[in-house]
């Protein structure tokens, strides 16, 4: 995936997701389960795709090693970051929201993305040191 790929489909995206998140949800949060689980995903997509031109900008900027050298690491980065924000939000709808386990849920999906950017790593030396 190039960089202007992600710009060319994340932009739309964004736009969509936030423009159906906002006419579905209104100024009321959902009543049903089903509806807050169409919103936590509509929130998801609208998060992610807004995220990912950020997270591409700022990591090539930065020459950040995984997310600066591929799109397709930070729009990963990015779908992180907005399942986050959607486990954030049902939780705060939930009246379970606590500064203890939104912590604890960054840590652990930070951790998983080092584990993969690790394990493409540790997988590409292996295939160049192999061929």
């Known amino acids: 995936m190039s960089s202007k790929m992600l710009w060319a489909i994340s932009l739309p995206a964004a736009i969509i997701g936030w423009m159906v998140l906002l006419l579905t949800t209104g100024a009321v949060p ?46 990963r980065i990015a779908a992180w970051i907005g399942l986050w924000a959607a486990m954030v939000v049902s939780l705060r709808l939930a009246r379970a929201f606590d500064w203890v386990v939104v912590l604890t849920l960054a840590a652990v999906l930070g951790l998983a993305e080092t584990f993969l950017q690790q394990v493409e790593r540790t997988n590409g030396r292996r295939r160049t040191n192999d061929g």
């Open 30 to 75: 959902p009543s049903s389960a089903v509806a807050w689980a169409i919103a936590a995903v509509l929130l998801t997509l609208a998060v992610t795709m807004t995220a990912a031109p950020l997270v591409w900008v700022i990591a090539h900027r930065l020459r950040l090693p995984g997310a600066g050298t591929s799109p397709a690491v930070a729009l």
